[in-house]
């Protein structure tokens, strides 16, 4: 299957390259931005990084999204409690399969270590 060629601007491949390699420029572009919805948003800080924890449970996202969103809400002021209440939130919503999923991402971005098969987590 061929797929089709899109014409990529030099900047949007240079941003993408920097965010790829995690150039530190780039990123701050990107904290930046972030800054500027939150502010948008008319929600606070710790309230808007908890929303965004929850929009990348409901999207089954990626686990350095967890790394980077998780660590932005434990700055913003919200606990790890806080973020267990985001998933016992959305859980209905969402489903189980999906919270499952988001479990061992949050744990890793918590820092946390994942039990070991077989082990007894309670």
Do not use: C, H
């Amino acid at each position: 299957m061929n797929m089709p060629r899109t014409i990529v601007d030099d900047a949007t491949r240079d941003m993408l390259a920097g965010l790829a390699m995690g150039d530190v420029d780039v990123l701050k572009a990107a904290v930046d931005i972030r800054e500027a919805e939150q502010e948008g948003s008319g929600l606070d800080p710790r309230t808007f990084s908890l929303v965004k924890v929850a929009a990348l449970i409901a999207l089954d996202s990626p686990p350095a999204s967890y790394l980077w969103q998780v660590a932005s809400a434990l700055d913003s002021g919200a606990t790890a409690p806080d973020i267990l209440g985001v998933l016992r939130a959305v859980a209905p919503q969402v489903g189980g399969p999906k919270i499952i999923a988001a479990a061992p991402e949050i744990m890793v971005a918590l820092g946390l270590s994942l039990p070991a098969a077989g082990e007894d987590v309670i």
